[in-house]
C-alpha cells in the first residue's frame, strides 16, 4: 500500500461560505474524510500547512510547501497538495523548479466547488489526485483536476467556474483518469536518471508587463527602479512598438545595460511566440539578445524567471538555464 502525505493550503475545495464570502474553513483532516475510497488504494496522512485563498499565494508559501515535501520526502511515496485553483498553475510550476527531477509524484489538485457541497468536482479531484500520486508510474509535479493530469509547467486556469478549469498548454496531458482507473499517455519515468533536487531561494522581483496599443515606454523605466527582470507579454508571435511616443527600444536598451533580464512572451495563449518573423521583434531581439519565452506557459516564465535569479546574476548563466527544459517547460528549440 502506498504511502501519500496529502498537505492542505485552502482554496475552494476547503471552504465554507461565510457572511463575508466563500473561504477556506476544512481542516486537512476533514477533506480527507470525504474520500474514504482512497483507503482502498493508498494509507495517506495529511499535514496543515496553510489554510488560505490562493489570491493570497505568495514566493514565500512555495518555498513553505517546497520545504515540507523535503522534510517528509523519505517518509512517502508520493504527495497530494490541496490548493486554491486561482493561482495553482503559479504553484505547480514554481514547484517544478523548486523540486526537480522527483521520481515521487508531487500532485497539485483543488476544486471549483468546496468538498462540503452535495454537488461538487472537490471529492473526484481529491480522490483522482491520491490514487495517481499512488500510481507506480507516477512522478515529478503535476496538476490532476477533472480527469486530466497536467505537466506542473504546462497548466493554466481557462474556466473560473466550469469543473474543467485547467488546460495543458502547448504540451499533451500526462495521463487521464477515469474511474479510479489510470491511463498514460506518457510513460516515461523509467527515462529519469538525476536524483531528485530540492531548491530553497527565490527571487521575487520579476514584473510583467502586458502591453496593449498606446502603452508607453516610460512604464518600462518605472519597473526597472523596483525589479531585476520583466517578461514582457507582447502580440502575436512577438514584437516591440516603434512609435513615437513609446521609445521601447530604448527603454529595453537601458534594462540590458544595467544587467537586468528581459524575457519576450505572447499574450496568445497557445502556440507560444517566436520573435524572429517580423521586423517589429527580430531586429530588437538580435541587437539586444532578448530572451524569449517560446512555448512556455506565462505561469513557468515567471516562476521560472524567479528560480534562476534565486540561483545566478550572471546574465550567460541566467540565459543557459532559462532554456534548459525543466518538468518539459519548454521544448520548442528556434535557434537563439
Ligand atoms: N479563490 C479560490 C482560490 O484560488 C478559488 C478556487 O480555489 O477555486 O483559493
Known amino acids: 500500500m502506498k504511502r501519500i502525505l496529502m498537505i492542505a493550503t485552502g482554496g475552494t475545495i476547503a471552504s465554507k461560505s461565510s457572511e463575508s464570502g466563500l473561504k477556506p474553513l476544512i481542516t486537512s483532516d476533514e477533506l480527507l474524510s470525504y474520500v474514504p475510497d482512497a483507503r482502498r488504494f493508498c494509507q495517506a496522512d495529511t499535514l496543515q500547512l496553510l489554510n488560505i485563498d490562493s489570491t493570497n499565494m505568495q514566493p514565500r508559501h512555495w518555498l513553505m510547501i517546497a520545504a515540507a515535501v523535503k522534510e517528509h520526502y523519505d517518509a512517502y511515496d508520493g504527495f497530494v497538495i490541496c490548493h486554491g485553483t ?40 481529491l480522490s483522482d489526485s491520491l490514487c495517481f ?10 496538476i490532476v483536476f477533472d480527469g486530466k493530469v ?17 488546460s495543458s498548454i502547448n504540451f499533451p ?32 522581483q520579476v514584473a510583467l508587463l502586458k502591453l496593449i496599443p498606446s502603452m508607453e515606454a516610460g512604464v ?17 508571435v512577438g514584437g516591440l512598438p516603434s512609435y513615437e511616443s513609446g521609445d521601447f527600444h530604448e527603454a529595453i536598451r537601458q534594462w540590458i545595460r ?36 517560446y512555448d512556455m506557459t506565462l505561469e513557468a516564465t515567471v516562476t521560472k ?13 541566467i540565459r543557459d538555464m532559462f532554456y534548459q527544459t525543466v518538468n518539459r517547460d519548454i521544448l520548442y528549440t528556434a535557434t537563439w
Open 173 to 204: 496531458y500526462i495521463a487521464t483518469i477515469q474511474d479510479q482507473h489510470v491511463i498514460f499517455y506518457l510513460d516515461d519515468k523509467a527515462l529519469l536518471t538525476t536524483p531528485v533536487q530540492f531548491y530553497d531561494t527565490l527571487n521575487s
Open 305 to 317: 524567471l524567479m528560480w534562476i535569479l534565486g540561483q545566478t546574476k550572471e546574465p550567460r548563466q
Open 86 to 125: 486561482d493561482t495553482m498553475a503559479y504553484t505547480a510550476a514554481a514547484l517544478s523548479y523548486l523540486v526537480q527531477n522527483s521520481p515521487k509524484p508531487i500532485v497539485i489538485t483543488g476544486a471549483q466547488k468546496p468538498i462540503d457541497l452535495e454537488i461538487t468536482d472537490a471529492k473526484t479531484n
Open 150 to 166: 497536467i505537466a506542473g509547467t504546462r497548466g493554466k486556469k481557462e474556466r473560473t467556474k466550469s469543473y474543467n478549469a485547467f
Open 220 to 236: 518600462l523605466s518605472y519597473l526597472a527602479s523596483h525589479y531585476d527582470a520583466v517578461i514582457i507579454e507582447s502580440f502575436g
Open 258 to 293: 544595467d544587467g537586468k533580464t528581459v524575457v519576450m512572451t505572447t499574450q496568445v495563449t497557445n502556440e507560444g511566440s517566436n520573435m524572429s518573423i517580423y521586423e517589429v521583434g527580430k531586429t530588437i531581439k538580435q541587437e539586444l539578445g532578448l530572451l524569449e519565452a
Open 133 to 142: 500520486a499512488s500510481h507506480d508510474k507516477a512522478h515529478g509535479v503535476t
